[in-house]
């Protein structure tokens, strides 16, 4: 007997539809009849389920386009059940568009559905700059974020003041309701959480004005970061639960990715920092005494008689801080300055240097 349903117009593609524009049809139309979704619609969602698993399989795809109907270990016409149903195709499909398997069928394969996950607010990502001399220190930032937060006015519970909480009517104080719905499988009873308490198991006798019972409200809030000591560029700090916020459940987490500036005086190494100092012929020769800028402010470096271009000079414990509270140190690497002009007298005097051998 041939199908009444035309699993071509149901996915709303022509016949000759390649697998992939099957897939992404399928996708589309899944996401918009999804029975989660306060637009979903259970019976058009079972429909394109049905339409993608015939069409999705070249050997079902194959009997459909010569008899109009398939055939598989129940025989013709359909599915004959879950048994000749591909899972993995729709795990593959729903994973794509965000959807957990686990939440839909749960609780028809006796798992328990989402009523047993405590609900999350969204993770916040945001950008942070610091200059160097912070990035080695360590410093605290404030940044001001808009983002869904507990209400200052019922702090959370989305009562009015002085208002009494009361059993909610639409699950019994339950938290979560059991709905039925048809699937490919036939009817799926899932276990979900309630909507009008959002799990809780109460409702106010009066709701609070400012979230409007929510028990949260998108508003301007104030954030300190604490950078710690020696962090390098592209690292992330998270702060648990300065994400946003969920009634009844727990808030997300802020992650902030540093992004330190250059500084042309200074290298990290490690704890360590490098710098460069340019020195006369005349003081690498006889020594002598530079200052020097460190990040803790000028310091006096002896330069030794002798020193050789791109020889390292240590200043212990001018460094990055580590864990032990001690610190680094900062290495200064010696560049000699070469006159690119004599006088008569100073060449001279350096051709005697010559005939010494020096």
Known sequence: ?????????????????????????????????????????????KEVSEAYSILSDDKK?????????????????GYGGAAGFDFSQFQDAFNQQGFDMGDIFGDFFGGGGSATRQRRGRDISIDLEVNFKDSVFGTKRKVLLAKVSECD???????????????????????????????????????????????????????????HGEGVYRKQEEIEIAVPAGI?????????????????GLSGDLYVKVHVQNDSRFKKDGNNLITELSVKLTDALLGGKYTIQT?????????????????????????????????????????????QKLSRSARAIIEKLKEEGI
């Open 232 to 248: 390098e560029g592209g690292e992330m700090i998270r702060l648990t639960g300065a994400g946003e916020a969920v009634q009844g």
């Open 153 to 211: 006015t019922c702090h959370g519970s989305g009562a009015a003041p002085g208002a009494k909480m009361e059993t909610c009517k639409h699950c019994n104080g339950k938290g979560s309701v059991r709905e039925s719905t048809n699937s490919i499988f036939g009817a799926i009873t899932m276990v979900q959480e309630c909507r009008q308490c959002h799990g809780t198991g109460t409702i106010p006798s009066e709701k609070c004005k400012t979230c």
């Open 1 to 45: 007997m041939a199908s009444k349903k035309d699993y071509y117009e149901v996915l709303g593609i022509k016949k000759g539809a390649s697998k992939d524009e099957v897939k992404k049809a399928f996708h589309k139309l899944a996401h918009k009849y999804h029975p989660d979704k306060s637009s979903g619609d259970t019976d058009k969602f």
């Open 295 to 339: 990040l803790d402010g000028d310091y006096v470096l002896d330069i030794p008689a002798g020193v050789t271009h791109g020889e390292m000079l240590k200043i212990p414990g001018k460094g990055v801080p580590t864990q032990r509270s001690k610190r680094g140190d900062l290495f200064v690497k010696v560049k000699i300055n070469l006159p």
């Open 61 to 77: 795809r194959a009997e459909y386009d010569s008899y109009g109907q398939t055939f598989n270990g129940s025989g013709p016409g």
